[in-house]
Every structure is written in C-alpha cells, then in structure tokens.
T-cell receptor
Framework: NAGVTQTPKFQVLKTGQSMTLQCAQD?????MYWYRQDPGMGLRLIYY???????DKGEVPNGYNVSRLNKREFSLRLESAAPSQTSVYFC????????FGEGSRLTVL | AQSVAQPEDQVNVAEGNPLTVKCTYS??????LFWYVQYPNRGLQFLLK??????LVKGSYGFEAEFNKSQTSFHLKKPSALVSDSALYFC???????????FGSGTKLNVKP
C-alpha cells in the first residue's frame, strides 16, 4: 500500500518556467490537499479538494492552480514560477487525520 | 478563525528525562486537535488526536497529549525521551466545517544522549 505518492521529489526551475507537481493516493479518500512548508512558518494550505470535481483556495493560492483529475489524483501547477515559490510542497489526503506524501522540494532560481 | 500557536521554536531535553512540547489553539466551535511529527527530509506522520472524551490522549511511540479546555492548550508529552524522538513536531487544528487543517509553526525537539 503506497499511501500518498508525490512526483517529482526534487525540481529546479528558472524564473518564469512552468511545472506541475503530481500527487496520487490509493486509499480511496475523498479530500486531498496541497501544502507548502517554509522554515519558521509551518505548513500553509495552498488549495484543497473536498471531493472529486471540486477545488477551493486555501491560505496562499496566488501563483498556483490545481486539478482534481479523479478521486486518486490531485495536481498542483505553477504557471510562471517565481523565487518566492521556492519551498517544500506536500500533498495529503484525509481520513480522520491527514496522510502525507514525502514531499517535493522545489527551487526557483 | 482557527489558529494554532507553538511558542517554542526549539526544545532541548536529555535522554531519559520527560519532555513537553507546547501548543495553544483558538477555535470557533469544538476543537479537533492533532499532533504530527516530521523526521528530516520526510513527510509528516500522525501521532495522536483529540476529538472528544478523555483529556489525556495516548498516541504512537509512547507520546501522549493533554487537552485543557480552560487554558486552550494541547501539550505533547512523553515520560522518558529517546534520542530517536529528535524531530520537528507540529500541532494542528481541524476546521470541521470545511475539513481544513491549520498548523502551528513547528517545534524542533532535540534529545541529547
């Protein structure tokens, strides 16, 4: 049972480039989340999806878009990356408590 | 609005001594409180939660947490710390209306041999 799987684990981008972070869960959970983790700031919610076909903004949605492709998959897209988006990104799914992926470390130069 | 505060950036404790990691919360409605642990370069792992019932909640790896409604606190405790407990610990509150979680800034626990 893989749980929550994120790809890629590491990525370096130049300012203005675009990319998509992929997330998939095999636990049949309805709700999925994208967080970013920055030193001293804990985890901040970017977007979440309460169920397939729905998405909502979290605390820090600017510069990001999401797609809930199906019940398993929830992707996060950066259309024009900025250095301020250098962070570690975590995907999670919910069943009582959150189950997290291992994270995607993104550096924007 | 829901929020969580972890007043200590870092907690240092000697192996074998008891440890406490502090958390206070602010919620509208019933508090649903969680503790997670993060080891270096890993995702967060669930430790324990308080939904209702006994104020003392027991979780994984010998950890427990005490819910105190009057002080709006949910401190994480362990009677005897291990070096392997060294990690980053996050307190979180769940907004039950929207199933959104709000995390504290994290506390780094250092357990020295």
């Amino acid at each position: 049972n893989a749980g929550v799987t994120q790809t890629p684990k590491f990525q370096v981008l130049k300012t203005g480039q675009s990319m998509t972070l992929q997330c998939a869960q095999d636990m049949n959970h309805n709700s999925m989340y994208w967080y970013r983790q920055d030193p001293g700031m804990g985890l901040r919610l970017i977007y979440y999806s309460a169920s397939e076909g729905t998405t909502d903004k979290g605390e820090v949605p600017n510069g990001y878009n999401v797609s809930r492709l199906n019940k398993r998959e929830f992707s996060l897209r950066l259309e024009s990356a900025a250095p301020s988006q250098t962070s570690v990104y975590f995907c999670a799914s919910l069943s009582g408590e959150l189950f997290f992926g291992e994270g995607s470390r993104l550096t924007v130069l | 609005a829901q929020s969580v505060a972890q007043p200590e950036d870092q907690v240092n404790v000697a192996e074998g001594n008891p440890l406490t990691v502090k958390c206070t919360y602010s919620v509208s409605g019933n508090p649903y409180l969680f503790w997670y642990v993060q080891y270096p370069n890993r995702g967060l792992q669930f430790l324990l939660k308080y939904i209702t019932g006994d104020n003392l909640v027991k979780g994984s790896y010998g950890f427990e947490a005490e819910f105190n409604k009057s002080q709006t606190s949910f401190h994480l405790k362990k009677p005897s710390a291990l070096v392997s407990d060294s990690a980053l610990y996050f307190c979180a509150v769940r907004d039950d209306n929207f199933n959104k979680f709000y995390f504290g800034s994290g506390t780094k626990l250092n357990v020295k041999p």
